[in-house]
């Protein structure tokens, strides 16, 4: 994903989103000190903290807030965001952490000995690269609860395939350039595909339809076939599975 | 509980309500109506809620029967509609009994229309709303269109007289206003002036997602991607084919194309409307502009909506020479 490169801007700056919404933009690049500012003050106006907001959006490097023009107006909601700005902690109020079980391999995860071969490690080496680190949900976007995680290690960057496959299932774990994702509804990418969760990251019919939102930690655990069934069947029958793991 | 059934589907029908607000950090679409203000006018006009589910279609309508009398009432644009061959006018409600057939033909120089129906479409709620959201099969009747055969369940209707608009929803006329940004500096003064001078033509390729735009290209110099980061209906998009997006009702959270401008909320639901092929110019704004635009608009709408005239007790579907429907008389 190229990085903004336009003529100097200088940040935090605010953009009109039209009439009825703002983008605060805290940098030009994806990082988690930037991450974290942006979902603290998600949290915050989330929270309540300045009137006539309907809601937010975070993201990589901004924060999308709709607003009411009825109840607030766009240039004084822009001087209050930017006095918050110049006084806002950056650390965000809660941080969860969730330890989502993977199978490596299979269907869904049909490019893992492509991208080992791709990477000159064995399979096993590469399940636990990928297993080891520690992920960070940027973002959740493009479809109902799909994750972007960063944190994947350098190493398993890779790019995008040129075709995009038509169909990926839920729950698939997916590497695109230097991103990491979980898939939450099938749908055509052009990622590459190394394992699958049980978890369901979206299931409208659940009391908490989405399992991740920007801010979370994220590990992944490898798990094998009989205990990927056993996860299958009890998310099938609706039970929580999911593990979160101690701050 | 009474039940619509539909014999016959245009091909784009779909149960709609105001949208699905508050979940676009999740990865929802809000979704809902592309001209919100019709549906909330043919929703008054049965004397339901303006937040209730209708049916929104593209260029021509269905087939419909009920089981139980309702009211009904279409709007959108002029339509050529019949209840058991009589013709029936757009912009005011009507009474459909239990054995008769309500014809709802071609939209006429415009693309969406909506049929309200008396109690609302009472499909079930999801994540609260019952707007459909096609891309991601959420909400409506299985998060899909209508088809012949399907049945779709009623709110209870209760009393209340049929309703007409006698004068007109004001729509705007002229260049569509733009505000700039939120990545207006990607592109250079040539851009910006070909955007703001030439005229771009509302293309085939259309859907509630998104708007293409044929016509000359724009550049921006500053790269066609960009981190990606949160969207709005309205946004406009350049890809580097150059081609302006303009994002609609069911459009993506975020997206990774820089967006030049955005359409001013008043003239997005015209933007819907526009024909095909039809030629369209864009002209910027001030987001102070575009947010007094808004508000005025706000009020004449809620003053149209709540001094809708009552068309007096008479049951009987009046035969009219016309099959066009009230336009803008």
């Given at each position: 994903m190229?990085v903004m490169?336009?003529?100097?801007a200088?940040?935090?700056?605010?953009?009109?989103?039209?009439?009825?919404a703002?983008?605060?933009?805290?940098?030009?690049?994806?990082?988690?000190?930037?991450s974290?500012?942006?979902?603290a003050?998600?949290?915050?106006?989330?929270?309540?903290?300045?009137?006539?907001?309907?809601?937010?959006?975070?993201?990589y490097?901004?924060?999308l807030?709709?607003y009411?023009?009825?109840?607030?107006?766009?240039?004084?909601?822009?001087?209050?965001l930017m006095d918050?700005?110049?006084?806002?902690?950056e650390?965000?109020?809660?941080?969860r952490?969730?330890i989502?079980?993977?199978l490596?391999?299979?269907?869904?995860?049909?490019?893992?000995d492509a991208l080992?071969?791709?990477?000159?490690?064995?399979?096993?080496?590469?399940?636990?690269?990928?297993?080891?680190?520690?992920y960070?949900?940027?973002?959740?976007g493009?479809?109902?609860g799909?994750?972007?995680l960063?944190?994947?290690?350098e190493?398993?960057?890779?790019?995008?395939?040129?075709v995009?496959?038509?169909?990926?299932?839920?729950?698939?774990?997916g590497?695109?350039?230097?991103?990491a994702s979980?898939?939450s509804?099938?749908?055509?990418?052009?990622?590459?595909?190394?394992?699958?969760?049980?978890?369901?990251?979206?299931?409208?019919?659940?009391?908490e339809?989405?399992l991740?939102r920007?801010?979370?930690?994220?590990?992944f655990?490898a798990?094998?076939e009989?205990?990927?069934?056993?996860?299958?069947?009890a998310?099938?029958?609706?039970?929580?599975?999911?593990?979160?793991?101690?701050? | 509980?009474?039940?619509?059934?539909?014999?016959?589907?245009g091909?784009?029908m779909?149960?709609q309500?105001l949208?699905?607000?508050?979940?676009s950090?999740?990865?929802?679409?809000?979704?809902?109506?592309m001209?919100?203000?019709?549906?909330?006018?043919a929703?008054?006009?049965?004397?339901?809620a303006?937040?209730?589910?209708?049916?929104?279609f593209?260029?021509?309508?269905?087939?419909f029967?009920?089981?139980?009398?309702?009211?009904?009432?279409v709007?959108?644009?002029?339509?050529?509609?019949?209840?058991d061959?009589?013709?029936v006018?757009?912009?005011?409600?009507?009474?459909l009994?239990?054995?008769?057939?309500?014809?709802?033909?071609?939209?006429?120089n415009?693309?969406?229309?909506?049929?309200?129906?008396?109690?609302?479409i009472?499909?079930?709620l999801?994540?609260?709303?019952?707007?459909?959201?096609?891309?991601?099969g959420?909400g409506?009747l299985?998060?899909?269109?209508?088809?012949?055969?399907?049945?779709?369940?009623?709110g209870?209707?209760?009393?209340?007289?049929?309703?007409?608009?006698?004068?007109?929803l004001?729509r705007?006329?002229g260049?569509?206003r733009?505000?700039?940004?939120?990545?207006?500096?990607?592109?250079?003064?040539?851009?910006?002036?070909?955007?703001?001078?030439?005229?771009f033509?509302?293309?085939t390729?259309?859907d509630?997602?998104?708007?293409?735009?044929?016509?000359?290209?724009i550049?921006?110099?500053?790269?066609?991607?960009i981190?990606?980061d949160?969207?709005?209906?309205?946004?406009?998009?350049?890809?580097?084919?150059?081609?302006p997006?303009?994002?609609?009702?069911e459009?993506?959270?975020?997206?990774?194309?820089?967006?030049i401008?955005?359409v001013a909320?008043?003239?997005?639901?015209?933007l819907?409307?526009?024909?095909?092929?039809s030629?369209?110019?864009f002209r910027?704004?001030?987001?102070?502009?575009?947010?007094d635009?808004?508000?005025?608009?706000?009020?004449?709408?809620?003053a149209?909506?709540?001094?809708?005239?009552?068309?007096?007790?008479t049951t009987?579907?009046?035969?009219?020479?016309?099959t066009s429907?009230?336009s803008?008389?």
């Amino acid at each position: 994903m190229a990085v903004m490169t336009n003529a100097p801007a200088h940040f935090p700056r605010i953009a009109a989103c039209g009439d009825s919404a703002l983008a605060v933009e805290f940098s030009d690049r994806i990082d988690e000190a930037t991450s974290a500012r942006v979902v603290a003050m998600a949290d915050r106006l989330a929270a309540g903290a300045v009137a006539g907001i309907r809601e937010v959006v975070p993201t990589y490097r901004s924060l999308l807030v709709h607003y009411d023009p009825a109840l607030v107006r766009g240039r004084d909601l822009t001087v209050q965001l930017m006095d918050m700005l110049e006084c806002q902690a950056e650390t965000e109020s809660t941080v969860r952490h969730i330890i989502v079980p993977v199978l490596y391999g299979g269907e869904t995860g049909a490019d893992l000995d492509a991208l080992a071969e791709l990477k000159e490690m064995t399979r096993s080496d590469l399940i636990a690269l990928h297993a080891s680190a520690h992920y960070r949900v940027y973002m959740i976007g493009f479809a109902p609860g799909f994750a972007y995680l960063g944190g994947l290690p350098e190493r398993l960057h890779t790019p995008r395939l040129a075709v995009p496959r038509q169909r990926i299932e839920a729950g698939a774990i997916g590497i695109g350039g230097q991103q990491a994702s979980i898939n939450s509804v099938p749908g055509p990418s052009g990622w590459r595909f190394i394992a699958r969760t049980p978890l369901k990251l979206f299931d409208p019919s659940r009391k908490e339809p989405f399992l991740l939102r920007a801010g979370d930690r994220v590990r992944f655990r490898a798990i094998e076939e009989t205990e990927a069934a056993h996860l299958d069947a009890a998310v099938a029958r609706g039970e929580p599975v999911e593990e979160w793991a101690a701050t | 509980m009474s039940v619509l059934n539909i014999k016959d589907a245009g091909p784009m029908m779909t149960v709609q309500d105001l949208g699905r607000a508050g979940l676009s950090r999740f990865g929802v679409s809000g979704a809902g109506p592309m001209d919100p203000p019709s549906l909330r006018m043919a929703n008054r006009l049965v004397g339901n809620a303006e937040s209730d589910a209708g049916l929104e279609f593209a260029q021509v309508g269905g087939t419909f029967v009920v089981d139980a009398p309702v009211r009904f009432a279409v709007t959108g644009a002029a339509v050529g509609m019949t209840v058991d061959g009589k013709p029936v006018h757009a912009w005011e409600s009507h009474h459909l009994l239990p054995g008769q057939t309500l014809r709802i033909g071609a939209v006429v120089n415009a693309v969406w229309g909506y049929l309200a129906i008396s109690g609302g479409i009472d499909t079930p709620l999801v994540l609260g709303a019952r707007t459909t959201h096609l891309r991601t099969g959420l909400g409506g009747l299985d998060g899909r269109r209508l088809a012949a055969g399907d049945h779709l369940p009623l709110g209870a209707s209760g009393h209340a007289p049929l309703l007409a608009l006698r004068q007109p929803l004001s729509r705007p006329r002229g260049p569509f206003r733009i505000v700039p940004g939120p990545q207006a500096d990607h592109f250079d003064a040539s851009a910006w002036k070909i955007f703001l001078e030439e005229p771009f033509r509302i293309a085939t390729h259309r859907d509630r997602m998104a708007q293409m735009l044929d016509g000359p290209v724009i550049s921006a110099f500053a790269g066609h991607d960009i981190i990606s980061d949160g969207t709005v209906a309205g946004s406009i998009q350049v890809p580097s084919s150059g081609r302006p997006i303009v994002l609609m009702a069911e459009r993506q959270t975020t997206g990774g194309y820089p967006k030049i401008a955005t359409v001013a909320s008043v003239d997005l639901p015209r933007l819907a409307q526009a024909m095909t092929g039809s030629l369209v110019r864009f002209r910027a704004i001030t987001r102070d502009e575009a947010e007094d635009l808004l508000l005025d608009q706000s009020r004449v709408l809620a003053a149209a909506l709540s001094g809708l005239e009552e068309k007096g007790e008479t049951t009987e579907i009046k035969e009219t020479p016309t099959t066009s429907g009230r336009s803008n008389t």
